[in-house]
C-alpha cells in the first residue's frame, strides 16, 4: 500500500513551466496545460526534478535514495524505481484581474474535484456560479453581476468558501463553469516580451523577440505524492529536515529573471 501526501504550491512570482526560449523570430513560450480544462500544470517531472536537485547539495542526504538512481553511461540495469512518486499540479484557485474588485480568485467544478480527492475533504463542491461571502460584487438590473473581459459574469448566491482554500484564509472568489475556466485563465496569464540585445549596444540582435506567458503571482496549486510504506513517508525529508514540511522553491525556467519562485507547504497523511 502507498502512504499519500499531497503539496500546496502558492506562486510568490510569475510561473512558467513549459517551452524554453528558441531562437525562431517570435517564439511563444507556452506553459504546460490540462488537456481538459487548458489550465497551467507543473508536470510531476518538474516537480520530481526540483526537489532531487534540493536533495543533491545536502550533505547526509542520498537523492538516488529517495527518488531513484540515474542512469550511468554504458551501465545496465543502473537506474533504481523512485521512493517517491509525484503526481501533476494542478490549479486550484487562480487571480484574477475583475474592474472594481480589482482581483478575483477564480475556479471550476473540476478542478475543485481533483482538489477534494488529494486533499480527503468530505465538503459537498459549490453550485456554479457561487461566489464567496468576501467578494462585493455590484447589483446591475436587480442582479449581482461581475464583468470580465469576456462579458458580464451573473452570480447565483454566495457561499463560505473558506474550506476550499488550503490555508483557511477566505478570498474574493467565484466558480465558473469547466467550459469557461479556459478563457477566463488567458486572461489571467502573465505575459512579458523579451529581446536578445546586441553584446557591445543596446540594440536587437537580428530582430529576434520571445514573448513568454506564465502564471500569475498568488496562483494556488495542488500536488499528490505517494510512498510506499508509513516509515519512508514520515523519514523523507523533502526540505532537507524530516520535521519541516514547508519552505520557498524555484520552478520551471527563468529563474534568473526571477519567475518560478514559489511556497510550497506538503501535508503527510501517515494514519
Known sequence: MYQK?????????????????????????LIFRDPFTQTGIIPGSSLRGRFRAEM?????????????????????DSTTESLVKFEYASIVWLPVFCPGQP?????????LQRYKRITGMDEKLPNLYTASDRLNAPQIDGQSKL???????????????????PDKQERPAVIV??????????????????????????????GQ???????????????????RRAEELRDWPPFGDKAINEDEMYFGGLESIGFGHCAVTLHRQLS
Open 177 to 206: 463553469a469547466d467550459n469557461e475556466i479556459g478563457m477566463v485563465h488567458d486572461m489571467a496569464l502573465y505575459r512579458q516580451s523579451r529581446v536578445k540585445l546586441c553584446d557591445d549596444e543596446k540594440k536587437v540582435e537580428g
Open 147 to 165: 464583468f470580465f473581459n469576456f462579458g458580464f459574469l451573473k452570480l447565483a448566491g454566495k457561499e463560505n468558501l473558506q474550506s476550499w482554500f
Open 56 to 76: 543533491r547539495f545536502r550533505d547526509g542526504q542520498d537523492e538516488n535514495h529517495w527518488y531513484g538512481h540515474e542512469a550511468d553511461s554504458g551501465v545496465t
Open 5 to 29: 501526501a499531497y503539496g500546496i504550491i502558492e506562486t510568490l512570482s510569475p510561473l512558467h513551466v513549459g517551452a524554453t526560449a528558441g531562437q525562431e523570430s517570435g517564439n511563444l513560450n
Open 103 to 111: 482581483v478575483v480568485w477564480v475556479s471550476c467544478p473540476r478542478l
Open 209 to 227: 523577440f520571445f514573448n513568454t506567458e506564465a502564471l500569475p503571482e498568488s496562483t494556488i496549486m495542488v500536488f499528490p505524492v505517494a510512498l
